[in-house]
């Protein structure tokens, strides 16, 4: 069974391509990752919490650890963090499919939300007005994230969840 801090964590709540996440503390989780970036996200913003510069849409940061000489069911890098319910799909686009065609790009140096929903628009497609307002809340969310060197890409509607009724990306891959 995985540790955190040389206690037993509790059972597994689910796993994705790159690691799993279980049970810990009252109102906690610890993710297990392969993913280095996930594990530098979150160490970064630890700092960042910690001089009070956090985004709401972003996990609390616990703590983190390092397992060089680990169980190989499971990644080296684990993240303790706030818990967050599963973002029910209302509180979600109907259209959300359409996030990851429409972030792909995100990462490039001269994105444009607009040109991407224009490319979308060509393709016969209508984004409704909740989808808007989402790509518009992970636009911000991303650039708020990159202009402190974090970098987040993976918007799959699975990797949301809910803090009160705010929704919170909680899978910083």
């Known amino acids: 069974m995985p540790t955190f801090d040389g206690k037993k964590l509790g059972r597994k ?21 392969e993913s ?11 700092s960042l919490q910690n001089k009070g510069d956090i985004h709401p849409a972003l996990p609390v940061i616990y703590g983190f650890e390092f397992e060089e000489d680990r169980n190989r ?19 979600l686009p109907e259209d959300y499919d359409a996030i990851p ?18 490319l979308y628009r060509r393709d016969g497609e209508t984004p409704s007005k909740e989808l808007l307002q989402f790509l518009r809340f992970v636009t911000e969310l991303y650039e708020w994230c990159k202009n402190r060197d974090i ?4 918007f799959h509607e699975k990797n949301w969840g809910l803090r009160g009724n705010l929704v919170v990306l909680r899978d910083l891959g």
């Open 36 to 46: 280095e970036n996930e594990f530098e996200t979150a160490q970064k913003l630890i």
């Open 101 to 118: 065609r429409l972030t792909a790009r995100i990462r490039l140096e001269n994105y444009s939300l607009e040109e991407d929903l224009e």
């Open 73 to 91: 069911d499971f990644g080296p890098y684990k993240i303790w963090r706030e818990d967050l319910k599963d973002a029910p799909l209302e509180k």
């Open 151 to 154: 970098f987040i890409s993976d």
């Open 13 to 33: 709540l689910g796993c994705g391509i790159e690691g799993c996440v279980f049970s810990y503390k009252k109102g906690t989780v610890v993710k297990i990752t």
